[in-house]
């Protein structure tokens, strides 16, 4: 009898401490998701084929009306499929068909229901978010802390862009999500101390792609980063203390019960999964509709090559000139045009652009009392009456849209100001793009009107250091792996200019070719594109770059992995219609030769080939293969 009673208190005991635990898993079945919890922690684990690419890790919230992140029990779960389908024109894909298992767990504490944590399992991702309900007699929260975390297997290594400190950068308006990715490195580390902006990617070894994110972030809380542990372990951060010159709060107030944001974890054996997902856009619906009809498209953008002293009328009355002989929609009037053009002489421009065909774009600076930028126009998109003053009188003049900067936070009163310039903005039939900015979260399906945000180190340092163009390449190489691959991306790119001035002699140098012009032009999405071209390239640009960048779409109805590493090379294709482009860049550090496999294309088919700086007809292979060279710092565009 002793002896039995010692083998059931052992097998009793680890019952007690390790609880309940529930498995989800893909439609497919090579995702797997593992809830539990131990001695009272809520953890979760992540498996792709059988192998770890998320290792036991934690979840849970600490609010002001109780700590959910310990002394829980998972009692119970609800279970469903999901099959979903949308359309949506300015995403990497037009039509999506959203398939995938959910899962709500349930935790108790002291007997209590007081969370429950959404699983929703497709064949490229998991995404969960957590639920708050409502204790009798309490009907808001303050979440002061998220427990979330994600435990990366050993020999994990990193593609990470760091947080920058804040109140940093030019005129304190840091952090905005521009800093340079560190690649291949390894775990353990924090960045410059302030972890990584989302998105963030991670090689599993020889086993694949782990890609983390988060969606669905709007007014209701804040814009969370990646804190990087010991041991390859990371956690969710909330924003700090300093960003917007301590405008807000760094906590976040709920109404209850209540959601939070997804969080997003995209796997797979190769970067296709990661280049695909639409996951950024499956998980939120749209918050407004709107009476108009949005339409996107390209245009030009006279500051990137000519600073400020191009905002004059001249200038932008020979860009809009420019604009109409692309066939282009519009153009970006940037920072000081209040004071170098003025109010009136904007409205002459306008006419003169409707005359031509093209609209406006106008830039404000976002800011109230967050940082020192000096640009104007100033302190009217942070002012509630001042803005919708302003938005009116674009309504009237017929402004297409509006690009507004120098956001520097991450906190939920910031995204509270995202929110209400969306909104304005949209009553008054204006496409909204963010410079200086946060990463978009699902925002194109959220807010009918929104168009792109920068969130990048983009065009502009090309500009101002030709160390940032030595790397151009390089850098190119990891947008569409990671940036790229959860959001519009507004880089403002694909110059043909020689050099970075207007009189394109002097001035930091370009070293990439022509065709890598080309190929940006289609690996960087985003449905509203302000190139980086300049009048004088009629003249003196190769007139078949020329006539590719009239015809480019910027609209895609879908997107396919060819092959690439992040910081070395990159190909995908872009199905416009029935059209295919394929475009490659690389910066290897020698010339790449590549035999493609390109099974949109039909063996024997002939298409056109964009290399080494001219364009030239090729065959396509009966195994529907082409063989390309694609030159160091230079690209490669098949189009069908």
């Not at 998105?199 to 972030?217: A, H, K, V, Y």
């Not at 402004?399 to 929110?419: A, N, P, R």
Request: overall charge neutral; aromatic content about 12%; some cysteine.
């Amino acid at each position: 009898m002793k002896k039995l009673f010692l083998i059931s208190l052992l097998v009793y005991v680890p019952m007690f401490l390790f609880g309940a635990e529930y498995v989800v898993n893909s439609p497919d079945g090579r995702i797997a998701v593992t809830v539990s919890d131990e001695n009272g922690t809520p953890l979760y684990e992540v498996k792709y084929d059988g192998k770890t690419f998320i290792g036991k890790s934690f979840l849970g919230l600490i609010t002001d009306i109780g700590d959910f992140s310990r002394e829980l029990m998972l009692n119970g779960s609800e279970r469903k499929t999901i099959n979903e389908s949308y359309g949506l024109r300015n995403i990497k894909q037009s039509n999506i068909n959203y398939s995938a298992n959910e899962m709500i767990c349930r935790f108790d504490k002291a007997g209590k229901q007081v969370m429950s944590v959404i699983f929703r399992v497709s064949d490229r991702d998991v995404a969960f978010r957590y639920t708050l309900n409502a204790p009798k007699g309490k009907f808001s929260c303050v979440i002061k802390e998220e427990k979330t975390s994600f435990d990366m297997p050993e020999g994990t290594t990193t593609f990470l862009c760091p947080q920058s400190k804040p109140m940093t950068g030019f005129a304190g308006t840091a952090p905005s999500y521009e800093t340079r990715y560190a690649c291949d490195e390894a775990t353990g580390k924090n960045g410059w101390g302030f972890g990584y902006t989302f998105p963030c990617l991670f090689r599993n070894g020889d086993n694949g792609w782990t890609l983390i994110s988060e969606t669905g972030t709007d007014g209701d809380y804040c814009g969370c980063r990646l804190l990087g542990g010991p041991n390859g372990n990371y956690r969710i951060g909330f924003p700090m203390a300093e960003e917007n010159n301590g405008w807000g709060d760094t906590s976040v107030q709920m109404a209850l019960p209540g959601e939070t944001p997804w969080r997003t974890i995209t796997v797979g054996a190769t970067l296709a999964n990661v280049v695909e997902t639409t996951v950024a856009w499956d998980l939120v619906k749209p918050k407004y509709s709107t009476e108009y009809k949005y339409e996107y498209g390209k245009g030009t953008w006279s500051w990137i090559i000519g600073m400020d002293s191009s905002c004059n009328f001249d200038e932008q009355r020979r860009y809009i000139d420019f604009a109409a002989a692309m066939g282009y929609r519009s153009v970006l009037i940037d920072a000081l045009w209040d004071v170098q053009i003025g109010y009136g002489r904007i409205e002459e421009l306008a006419k003169y652009g409707k005359q031509k065909g093209v609209g406006l774009y106008l830039w404000y600076n976002s800011n109230g009392a967050w940082n020192h930028a000096p640009q104007s126009p100033r302190g009217i998109m942070n002012d509630p009456i001042k803005r919708k003053e302003e938005m009116r009188w674009m309504k009237k003049t017929g402004i297409l849209g509006i690009k507004v900067d120098f956001f520097g936070g991450d906190k939920q009163s910031t995204m509270q100001l995202y929110e209400q310039i969306l909104t304005d903005a949209n009553d008054n039939d204006l496409l909204v793009i963010f410079h200086g900015c946060t990463l978009p979260r699902g925002w194109e399906r959220m807010y009918p009107n929104y168009a792109a945000s920068e969130a990048v180190l983009a065009s502009e340092n090309l500009h101002f250091s030709q160390g940032f163009c030595d790397v151009e390449a390089h850098c190119g190489t990891i947008h569409p792996f990671i940036r790229n691959t959860v959001g519009s991306m507004d880089f403002g790119g694909s110059t043909l200019n020689k050099f970075y001035n207007a009189n394109n002699k002097t001035g930091s140098r370009r070293v990439t070719t022509d065709v890598y012009a080309l190929a940006t032009a289609v690996l960087f999405q985003s449905a509203v594109q302000h190139f980086a071209l300049a009048p004088n390239n009629l003249d003196d640009a190769p007139s078949w770059a020329i006539d590719f960048m009239k015809q480019v779409p910027t609209t895609w109805d879908e997107v396919r992995y060819i092959d690439g590493y992040p910081g070395r090379y990159a190909i995908m294709a872009r199905r416009s219609g029935t059209k295919w482009y394929i475009a490659g860049i690389n910066a290897t550090g020698e010339t790449m030769k590549k035999t493609l496999e390109l099974p949109m294309f039909e063996g024997g088919e002939t298409v056109s080939l964009y290399m080494n700086d001219k364009l030239v007809t090729a065959k396509i292979s009966k195994k529907k293969t082409l063989s390309v060279s694609i030159p160091n710092n230079g690209g490669v565009v098949i189009v069908r």
